[in-house]
């Protein structure tokens, strides 16, 4: 830790003074160890907000609660070195904790009942207790008359008293927090520890007698009565689908529905749902399950249906998808299915109907659940649904398509005897900006075609190493910006679709669940490929043009340059909405001259503002109190050094010429200090330009002058403090916005050694500023430093080196520091880190000419 040490080696006879001295003392160091942790967390919810890379939202949760209690700190230390001052201070903090902790909070949930309704109910229907996929089915009976299965909803306010009874939300939001969905470990490890959790809770009393009710409100049904459990979350079938992310349970008796029930809503914490939730940017908070219990239906055939053909935007048509049995094999990219086509204006007339040969099915099991069998050879190939109901269907998908006002995804299914049902209506999500009439044939292209055969899933241009995935074991293993080729597309992969630039798939559905799934991630899919496994060689390059089915041997620049970029959601979420507000009021920098009259909190917006005034304030408290006019001296005093950097020594023992301990002034030669003197040496080499600035646009940055620290009027750039002793140096530098710490020991003692540093904060914008912390991590790295970056904060530590060494080390510091101060406001790309990390090492401090060399 970079304050763990400090002072490690004084007493409180140092502070002779009295009391007040040291207890004023104490609380200095218990605010920078806060002031440390709050820059830390404050670092990490930019990281989450500029990176965007993917965190549940419970991580920020946790991460804003470790902030605030870190300034509440803070600010309770300061009002302990200075009581009679700065009292607002803790009110302003109340006020901008309160407005994180408001939006951070989660809605309140509602634990009382119904928790089971039924769709023939007076009671009113409302989304946030069925969720979505039951409240479309209740209005497609109640309000079109279209057959459903009998059954019954259990609510989402069963769900909150599940959760709420067993105790398992604290557990589960420890979980979340933790949780990391690009390690597959941390993955699996998370979805199976909260599914465990649900798994051994006991469903409430409650819960099991308001079931029970809602069965025998079913009437008289069959003693071997079957139902089917399906997930029916809030936020589900919407503009994110969750398409096969979730649980279903089919064939589930009477008595197992309880244990079932636990099942589905476990269900919600799987791997893939975890991932598939994350990376949408929805919190868990906005998707309380509740669970759908409908009669079994034992299907002749199954299907879905779209309301809109994909394939051409322009066309009327709909598309009927169907296969015999259970419509598992189908959802689950098993099976290539039946399609027929018929148009919505004359919803009266197939237009065309394609067979496939269905060799498998899936039908219901006496005393199990479903089994997978073989079609027989007489019915494998023949259409799976006749022409009247493949037209009453056309027919209720007009209707539903006129109701909800957009196109549908319909799945259905039709029993042994002839009856059909509809089991769900959702939207029909296609980004408009995506769609292109494929009939469109591609520009003459020289390159071989390995695949020119299959059905379009996602339109768009994708190119890449190929990657074949043999089994779900490998997802962990695919590189980012695979083309990968599959036998199958189950709605697992949903776990690497961030590493895919295109999929081609050799047997399958346009009408699957991963199909959705493609579709929504803009993911470039062909599905029914055939041999497409054995004609793309792993490790070859191509380019996959969706939109026309085709495969080329290596990259076609004239079709990349035709490829729209993917429909980023995640920059339009809840979880982005919610976190750019907490970082209005955490981390926004208000307060950035403390020489101005505005430095004081009233002017603070932000706990940034909080953070800085607090550390400005109590600097000043502890530097200069034993300055002050009429004080007995015992505080720290001015170095003047031949570099324009105002420094407070504090000498805790050794660290200066003992002549020199009743002056007011220091010079650069009454340092005895070994650390303090090889970071001099650094910061004062003549290679090190700390002036001539003329280059940049001062009007845009004309504040830079100086963002904090200890500073007269006239001082150009910085001011900065340090306690020293003979072999002891922590030192805090202000660089125009940002800030360094450092914290070493060097002695005879190789053991003892070591520095500890940190860099964080900057002027520029923050690209500049992650480049610059990327650049300092370059050069820390070559000189043996373990390095860690989140966002634009540095923490570095290197130790067990020889005293020689730990001197040779501080001067290259000092060096980086003079180079570094402003880089952040020229540093413009990744490709000049490299060069200039090798520029820096052999000997160039001085980079303010980088951007007009590199042009």
Not at 141 to 147: G, I, N, V
Not at 178 to 203: C, F, G, M, P
Not at 583 to 610: G, Q, W, Y
Not at 655 to 668: A, C, F, P, R
Request: with cysteine; charged share 25%.
């Amino acid at each position: 830790m970079l304050i763990k040490n400090l002072f490690r080696y004084w007493t409180f006879q140092v502070f002779s003074p009295g009391t007040v001295l040291r207890e004023k003392y104490e609380s200095f160091k218990a605010l920078l160890e806060h002031d440390k942790a709050a820059h830390e967390y404050m670092a990490t919810l930019e990281d989450m907000y500029y990176s965007q890379k993917k965190h549940d939202f419970q991580a920020v949760v946790t991460t804003y609660e470790h902030l605030g209690h870190s300034v509440s700190k803070m600010v309770d230390e300061l009002l302990k070195m200075c009581p009679s001052s700065n009292w607002s201070l803790k009110d302003y903090f109340k006020k901008f904790d309160f407005y994180n902790r408001f939006m951070l909070a989660p809605p309140a949930f509602d634990f009382s009942p119904p928790f089971t309704i039924g769709f023939d109910t007076d009671e009113s229907f409302n989304e946030t207790i069925t969720g979505k996929k039951a409240f479309s089915l209740f209005h497609l009976t109640q309000e079109l008359a279209l057959p459903i299965p009998i059954g019954f909803v259990i609510t989402t306010n069963a769900f909150h008293y599940f959760l709420e009874t067993n105790n398992l939300q604290k557990s589960i939001n420890k979980l979340l927090s933790d949780l990391d969905i690009n390690t597959s470990t941390s993955l699996e490890q998370t979805a199976k520890q909260i599914e465990q959790l649900i798994i051994n809770a006991v469903v409430p009393e409650d819960i099991d007698i308001a079931v029970t009710n809602a069965l025998n409100d079913l009437g008289h049904v069959k003693k071997d009565f079957r139902v089917a459990l399906r997930s029916s979350a809030v936020k589900e079938d919407g503009k994110a689908s969750f398409a096969g992310q979730y649980q279903t349970l089919l064939n589930v008796k009477k008595e197992d529905i309880l244990n079932g029930y636990k099942q589905v809503i476990a269900g919600k914490y799987s791997s893939q749902a975890l991932y598939y939730r994350v990376n949408q940017g929805i919190l868990d908070s906005e998707t309380p399950m509740a669970v759908l219990v409908l009669e079994m239906v034992d299907s002749k055939a199954s299907g879905v249906m779209y309301t809109k053909d994909l394939e051409n935007s322009k066309s009327q048509n709909l598309l009927i998808h169907s296969v015999w049995g259970q419509g598992e094999l189908l959802v689950d990219g098993g099976v290539a299915p039946d399609v027929i086509k018929v148009s919505k204006n004359n919803p009266d007339t197939i237009l065309s109907t394609k067979t496939s040969a269905k060799k498998n099915q899936t039908i219901l099991e006496p005393g199990l659940s479903t089994r997978t069998v073989q079609t027989d050879s007489q019915t494998k190939d023949q259409l799976s649904l006749d022409e009247a109901s493949a037209l009453t269907l056309a027919r209720w998908g007009v209707l539903l398509e006129t109701h909800f006002n957009e196109p549908q995804d319909i799945e259905w299914c039709q029993d042994k005897r002839g009856r059909l049902f509809v089991l769900q209506s959702r939207p029909l999500n296609i980004h408009p900006a995506k769609i292109q009439d494929i009939s469109e044939k591609t520009l003459s292209i020289p390159n071989n075609i390995l695949c020119s055969k299959g059905e379009t899933v996602c339109q768009g241009i994708g190119s890449g190493i190929v990657y074949r995935l043999e089994q779900l074991s490998q997802l962990p293993l695919i590189p980012k910006g695979s083309v990968v080729v599959v036998k199958q597309a189950p709605p697992q992969l949903v776990k690497a679709i961030h590493h895919m630039s295109a999929i081609i798939i050799e047997t399958g559905s346009r009408a699957s669940h991963f199909s959705s799934i493609a579709r929504e991630f803009g993911v470039p899919a062909i599905v029914n490929v055939s041999h497409g496994f054995d004609a793309l060689v792993s490790g070859s390059q191509v380019t996959v043009d969706a939109d026309n089915c085709m495969v080329y041997e290596g990259i076609v620049n004239s079709l990349i340059k035709r490829s729209a970029p993917r429909e980023d959601f995640f920059q339009d979420s809840s979880f982005m909405a919610k976190l750019r507000y907490v970082i209005n009021f955490s981390a926004k920098l208000k307060l950035t001259d403390p020489n101005a009259r505005s430095f004081v909190p009233e002017a603070c917006r932000s706990l940034h503002d909080i953070i800085r005034f607090t550390h400005e304030m109590a600097v000043k408290e502890m530097f200069l109190s034993g300055n002050r006019k009429g004080s007995r001296k015992k505080g720290a005093k001015k170095l003047i050094s031949n570099i324009p950097m105002l420094f407070y020594i504090l000498d805790v023992g050794s660290g200066i010429k003992q002549v020199q301990k009743e002056n007011d002034i220091l010079k650069s030669e009454d340092i005895t200090c070994i650390p303090m003197k090889a970071l001099l040496k650094g910061l004062s080499h003549p290679g090190i330009s700390w002036s001539e600035t003329s280059h940049f646009d001062w009007e845009e940055y004309d504040r830079i002058v100086m963002a904090g620290g200890i500073i007269s009027a006239d001082s150009p750039q910085f001011g900065s403090y340090a306690v020293v002793s003979k072999e002891y140096l922590n030192v805090n530098f202000r660089f125009g916005y940002h800030f360094v710490i450092l914290d070493t020991i060097c002695s005879s003692i190789k053991e003892d050694n070591y520095i500890l540093f940190r860099f964080s904060g900057g002027g520029g914008n923050p690209d500049g500023r992650m480049l610059r912390a990327n650049f300092i991590k370059g050069i820390l790295t070559r000189l043996g430093f373990m390095v860690e970056i989140k966002s634009d904060l540095v923490d570095a530590e290197f130790k067990n080196a020889t005293l020689r060494s730990m001197e040779e080390t501080l001067d290259v510091i000092g060096k980086l520091l003079g180079a570094t101060k402003l880089m952040d406001m020229y540093l413009k790309e990744d490709t000049q880190l490299e060069l200039m990390v090798d520029d820096f090492m052999n000997g160039r401090y001085d980079f303010r000419s980088a951007v007009e060399e590199k042009g």
